[in-house]
C-alpha cells in the first residue's frame, strides 16, 4: 500500500540552530516527491519538487534531498518566521489514476 | 493577479444534507484539484478536473463529487453529509493537469457537520 510517514511530528528549535525533517515513503512508480509548507489558517504553499534518487533542491534556509526511500528537508540557521507546518507528498498512480498521497506532516517552532 | 478563492469559509450543515463548495482558479489556470484535511488523516486527494474533464482521483466514496464549467471554475459536492465530514476542504489551481509542482491552493472552505 502507498503511504508516507514524516517525522518528528513536532520540532521545536532555536534559532539559529539547523535541523532536518524526515519524510519516508513506499509507493510503486515515484512520479515526484513534493515538499510544502502550511501555515495556519491557510493553504500549503509548494516548496519543491524531486524526481529522483541524488536529487537535490535548495531555497533560502531550505534544501531538500531525495533517496529511493526517504526525503529530508534540511533547514539551516532557522529564523522564527520558518516556523510551519511542512508537509511532503508523492505521487502514485492507481486504477488509471495519478493522486497525492501527503504525509501527516511536521510541526516546526522555531523560538528566537 | 488574484489567487485561487472558495465559497464559502465557513459552513455547517447537518447529517444527512448535502452541500455544495466553489472554488475560482487563478485566471489561465485550467486544472483543479480538491483536497480534504482533517486533524486525524491529514490531507487527502479528493480529484482532479481539466477541461470540464475529471482527470485524476483519490479514493473517496461516490458521495464526493465534482464538476468543472466551461470557465476553469469547478464545484464540489457532498451527499449524504456524516459527521467524518467535518474538515476543511481546500483546492488548488494550476496552469496544466498533472502538475503538482505548479499549484497554487485556495485558503480552503471549513465544513462543520452535526
Known amino acids: 500500500e502507498d503511504q508516507v510517514t514524516q517525522s518528528p511530528e513536532a520540532l521545536r528549535l532555536q534559532e539559529g540552530e539547523s535541523s532536518s525533517l524526515n519524510c519516508s515513503y513506499t509507493v510503486s512508480g515515484l512520479r515526484g516527491l513534493f515538499w510544502y509548507r502550511q501555515d495556519p489558517g491557510k493553504g500549503p504553499e509548494f516548496l519543491f519538487t524531486?524526481?529522483?534518487a541524488g536529487e537535490e533542491k535548495e531555497k533560502e534556509r531550505l534544501k531538500a534531498t531525495l533517496t529511493k526511500k526517504e526525503s529530508f528537508l534540511h533547514i539551516t540557521a532557522p529564523k522564527p518566521e520558518d516556523s510551519a507546518t511542512y508537509l511532503c507528498?508523492?505521487?502514485?498512480?492507481?486504477?488509471?489514476?495519478?493522486?497525492?498521497?501527503f504525509g501527516a506532516g511536521t510541526r516546526l517552532a522555531v523560538h528566537p | 493577479k488574484a489567487g485561487v478563492t472558495q465559497t464559502p469559509r465557513y459552513l455547517i450543515k447537518t447529517r444527512g444534507q448535502q452541500v455544495t463548495l466553489s472554488c475560482s482558479p487563478i485566471?489561465?489556470?485550467?486544472?483543479v484539484s480538491w483536497y480534504q484535511q482533517t486533524p486525524g488523516q491529514g490531507l487527502q486527494f479528493l480529484f482532479e478536473?481539466?477541461?470540464?474533464?475529471?482527470?485524476n482521483k483519490g479514493n473517496f466514496p461516490g458521495r464526493f463529487s465534482g464538476r468543472q464549467f466551461s470557465n476553469s471554475r469547478s464545484e464540489m459536492n457532498v451527499s449524504t453529509l456524516e459527521l467524518g465530514d467535518s474538515a476543511l476542504y481546500l483546492c488548488?489551481?494550476?496552469?496544466?493537469?498533472?502538475?503538482?509542482?505548479?499549484?497554487?491552493f485556495g485558503p480552503g472552505t471549513r465544513l462543520t457537520v452535526l
Open positions: 507528498a508523492v505521487q502514485a498512480r492507481s486504477g488509471g489514476y495519478n493522486k497525492l498521497i
Open positions: 478536473y481539466f477541461s470540464e474533464t475529471q482527470r
Open positions: 524531486l524526481y529522483s
Open positions: 485566471s489561465g489556470h485550467r486544472s
Open positions: 488548488a489551481s494550476s496552469p496544466r493537469w498533472d502538475t503538482y509542482n505548479e499549484q497554487f
